[in-house]
């Protein structure tokens, strides 16, 4: 643990009677001023963590350390953390100042002082003027911003976000995204972000935990989880992918699709099975004969910016393919793509593996 470090997870679990873990045996570090982002599907575990960091509930197993202190009994309203909710959770009978300076009222505070900070918290969410504006007069991305006020205007050293854009329409999810951003870095307080879309976690993070069955599958940069899977869950939840078999012959030679090819991975066993990612927007159209793969054009759609073109090998396989030129369904025709675009992974290789596989690598045993 660092001087950096806020929140801590040690070997956490949670679990509900005799069914099986929400949360098994999780570890891992936040670090302060930083913007998280638990990524998953629906029962992965990601509101779980949420819920105890907030303290809504307790670990059944292991340890919270929250600045180097335990905190695994520590009640909610004891903790430097703030939480926005998916409905918001704003009281319709008040109005948008009194929404913010609820916490604060509670906490006793002089009149003078509440009405500065609470103020101060609207200014920073760009709703100066409406303190007097009733809550079922907003629109949701206005009552999303109060919810954000009123969790800054307590100065929490983190605020926690369970999927608070979800019942945004696309164009204002997208703003509130920009905005949500902005806002972190401004303050520079620690945001932990709940969502289960791909796209937002990318957009938004220094971080991402992907989370799978209760366990964290990889964390990492958005780059790093993008381009560098560690198995095919995460390549398949992190946006679109081409995910086949293959054999890596050796360092940087790997095989799929009954060609050889060279690659930019090492580390596996000669000969060792394997699956191999191509990201559609790696992959690009040629004439069949100048293609590293021949394919045979199976459906098209047009998609703004882009065409998402699916074709199919000799071999059965599907390759998506994301390409500003149009294609012809039914027609045969060459994708061409570079060595840094194949990325190869383990079958079911976990990030603790992984990063040991890695550096056995680095040291020089490559592996084996």
């Given at each position: 643990m660092t001087d950096k470090t806020i929140i801590r997870?040690?070997?956490?679990?949670?679990?509900?009677?005799?069914?099986?873990?929400?949360?098994?045996?999780?570890?891992f570090e936040i670090e302060r001023g930083k913007f998280y982002t638990l990524l998953g599907p629906s029962g992965c575990g990601k509101t779980t963590i949420l819920r105890l960091?907030?303290?809504?509930?307790?670990?059944?197993?292991?340890?919270?350390?929250?600045?180097?202190?335990?905190?695994?009994?520590?009640?909610?309203?004891?903790r430097q953390v703030n939480t926005v909710f998916q409905d918001y959770a704003l009281?319709?009978?008040?109005?948008?100042?009194?929404?913010?300076?609820?916490g604060l009222r509670i906490k006793k505070m002089k009149s003078n002082i509440v009405e500065q900070k609470v103020k101060e918290a609207l200014r920073f969410v760009n709703l100066e003027g409406y303190e007097n504006?009733?809550?079922?007069?907003?629109?949701?991305?206005?009552?999303?911003?109060?919810?954000?006020?009123?969790?800054?205007?307590?100065?929490?050293?983190?605020?926690?976000?369970?999927?608070?854009?979800?019942?945004?329409?696309?164009?204002?999810?997208?703003?509130?995204?920009?905005?949500?951003?902005?806002?972190?870095?401004?303050?520079?307080?620690?945001?932990?972000?709940?969502?289960?879309d791909q796209e937002e976690a990318l957009a938004m993070s220094d971080e991402i935990f992907v989370l799978n069955n209760g366990k964290i599958e990889q964390s990492g940069n958005p780059n790093d989880i993008y381009d560098e899977p560690i198995n095919r869950f995460v390549a398949d939840f992190i946006g679109e992918s081409n995910i086949v078999s293959g054999t890596m012959?050796?360092?940087?030679?790997?095989?799929?699709?009954?060609?050889?090819?060279e690659c930019v991975d090492g580390g596996f066993h000669p000969n060792e099975d394997v699956?191999?990612?191509i990201r559609p927007e790696d992959l690009e159209i040629t004439k069949p004969q100048d293609g590293k793969l021949q394919v045979k054009v199976d459906s098209q759609l047009f998609r703004g910016v882009h065409y998402e073109i699916s074709c199919y090998d000799?071999?059965?396989?599907?390759?998506?393919?994301?390409?500003?030129?149009?294609?012809t369904v039914g027609e045969n025709i060459g994708l061409h793509f570079e060595s840094e675009a194949i990325h190869v992974m383990r079958y079911d290789e976990t990030e603790e593996d992984f990063d040991k596989r890695l550096e056995a690598y680095e040291e020089g045993s490559h592996g084996n």
């Open positions: 997870f040690q070997q956490v679990t949670k679990q509900y009677d005799n069914d099986p873990a929400v949360l098994d045996n999780v570890s960091i907030a303290g809504f509930i307790e670990p059944s197993d292991g340890n919270i350390y929250f600045n180097g202190k335990k905190v695994n009994q520590l009640p909610a309203n004891k009281f319709p009978h008040l109005n948008v100042f009194e929404n913010v300076a609820f504006r009733e809550i079922r007069e907003m629109s949701g991305g206005q009552r999303q911003r109060v919810a954000i006020a009123r969790a800054i205007v307590n100065e929490p050293e983190v605020i926690l976000l369970d999927e608070p854009l979800s019942a945004l329409d696309l164009k204002l999810r997208t703003e509130m995204q920009y905005e949500l951003r902005e806002l972190q870095r401004n303050l520079g307080i620690t945001f932990i972000f709940v969502t289960h012959l050796e360092d940087y030679v790997v095989k799929f699709t009954g060609k050889t090819f699956e191999i990612v000799n071999d059965g396989n599907e390759w998506l393919v994301h390409s500003t030129k149009k294609a």
